[in-house]
T-cell receptor, first 115, second 114 residues
Framework: DTGVSQDPRHKITKRGQNVTFRCDPISEHNRLYWYRQTLGQGPEFLTYFQNEAQLEKSRLLSDRFSAERPKGSFSTLEIQRTEQGDSAMYLC?????????????FGDGTRLSIL | AQSVTQLDSQVPVFEEAPVELRCNYS??????LFWYVQYPNQGLQLLLKYLSGSTLVESINGFEAEFNKSQTSFHLRKPSVHISDTAEYFC????????????FGQGTRLTINP
């Protein structure tokens, strides 16, 4: 069990640029989640995949945000035309498919800073 | 919709003193409750969980939490804290069956003073 891996750990970019983050879940986990955490706040749900299917999206996920999980393994989160308000920690989590509600395991996150 | 309220944003305590971090939730359906801990520049680590069964759940490092349905609470306690417990603690709720998003509280920063 190598844990959830996120890349990059830090991203600094200018306003208006596009950025893409990658998440590699724990290998046997079917479910993958993206959250956003701003300074001093708890994480907020963005979107969720079961295998390659995106099953739920938060209204926080504007049309500038897109997430994919093409082969049901790793996932990418892209933000187009970044804005100052996008500065945050983006967290990925995964959980197994099982009976009841399985705990989510988090990666160390990607910290995005918009200049 | 579910919501979580952590009543204290910061809790300073002395080493070896007991501590309680408070968490209240609201939900119209059955819930699953979690406590996560976050160290600086890291992701969240699961501390303990209530899924069903006994309302008192314990972690391997001495923390415990009790699910109280009538008071809609899931407070976290430890009888004697250590410097290494200094971190941000998040209470989270997930409602209904199957894979559901987690709704987090605002977090409580626990600071242990020597």
């Amino acid at each position: 069990d190598t844990g959830v891996s996120q890349d990059p750990r830090h991203k600094i970019t200018k306003r208006g640029q596009n950025v893409t983050f990658r998440c590699d879940p724990i290998s046997e986990h079917n479910r993958l989640y993206w959250y956003r955490q701003t300074l001093g706040q708890g994480p907020e749900f963005l979107t969720y995949f079961q295998n390659e299917a995106q099953l739920e999206k938060s209204r926080l996920l504007s049309d500038r945000f897109s997430a994919e999980r093409p082969k049901g393994s790793f996932s990418t989160l892209e933000i187009q035309r970044t804005e100052q308000g996008d500065s945050a920690m983006y967290l990925c989590a995964s959980s197994p498919l099982g009976i009841g509600n399985q705990p989510q395991h988090f990666g160390d996150g990607t910290r995005l800073s918009i200049l | 919709a579910q919501s979580v309220t952590q009543l204290d944003s910061q809790v300073p305590v002395f080493e070896e003193a007991p501590v309680e971090l408070r968490c209240n939730y609201s939900s119209s359906v059955s819930v699953y409750l979690f406590w996560y801990v976050q160290y600086p520049n890291q992701g969240l680590q699961l501390l303990l969980k209530y899924l069903s069964g006994s309302t008192l759940v314990e972690s391997i490092n001495g923390f415990e939490a009790e699910f109280n349905k009538s008071q809609t609470s899931f407070h976290l306690r430890k009888p004697s804290v250590h410097i290494s417990d200094t971190a941000e603690y998040f209470c989270a709720v997930s409602a209904g069956q199957g894979a559901q998003k987690l709704v987090f509280g605002q977090g409580t920063r626990l600071t242990i003073n020597p």
